[in-house]
């Protein structure tokens, strides 16, 4: 007879190395490499544009707090580290000190690689849609897409998929024009 398996908690967690790149799903612990050039790339081209105008240029309670890679509690057994995730200032005001965050976001973005698509796809898709994330973003830097998600009715519905040709207003973030294309390192010569 096999003994039941402990489902791992945050605290389990704390005793990772910081080093090593770490999240809480259904109760195990699960690990992922760092992510490549093409990955750290997107990061910091979100904060730039969505970072900027939304957090970096507001004050009060009308802005947003924009992280990278903070990890966030939905459960007692499921805490994920978004590659960024957006909170509106009146629901948060302030983060300081926190971690994890266990205020569930307004906004997650993940980055999409060969050893985490499918999760991000699966896994984190429906437990984000069940914690009432209301917008879920995924980008593809082999591709070079961004495809945007809203939540109704605990669906979540397509809110469009842009490429790198094109210049993009995207929920929540539609009052500024997004330029998929300079999300991306430069396309390699030909």
């Not at 791992?8 to 910081?18: F, G, Q, S, V």
């Not at 009308?62 to 909170?87: C, K, N, Q, S, Y």
């Not at 060969?114 to 429906?126: E, Q, T």
């Amino acid at each position: 007879m096999e003994a039941a398996r402990k489902l791992k908690t945050y605290e389990d967690l704390l005793a990772i190395p910081e080093d090593v790149r770490a999240e809480l799903h259904a109760g195990e612990i699960v690990t992922q490499p760092g992510g490549l050039s093409d990955h750290s790339r997107v990061q910091r081209s979100m904060g730039h544009f969505i970072g900027g105008p939304f957090d970096d240029d507001t004050d009060g309670l009308d802005g947003w707090w924009i992280f990278t890679e903070m990890d966030v509690r939905f459960t007692r057994h499921d805490v994920t580290r978004p590659d960024l995730a957006g909170w509106r200032r009146a629901r948060l005001p302030s983060p300081a000190g926190m971690r994890p965050i266990d205020v569930v976001p307004d906004w997650i973005c993940e980055i999409l690689s060969p050893s985490n698509a499918r999760h991000d796809r699966v896994f984190k898709a429906r437990l984000y849609a069940q914690h009432g994330v209301p917008f879920y973003w995924l980008i593809d830097p082999a591709e070079r897409t961004l495809e945007a998600y809203v939540l109704k009715d605990s669906q979540w519905l397509r809110a469009g998929a842009w490429d790198d040709t094109e210049v993009a207003r995207v929920p929540p973030f539609e009052s500024v024009e997004l330029p998929i294309g300079k999300l991306f390192l430069p396309r390699p010569p030909t």
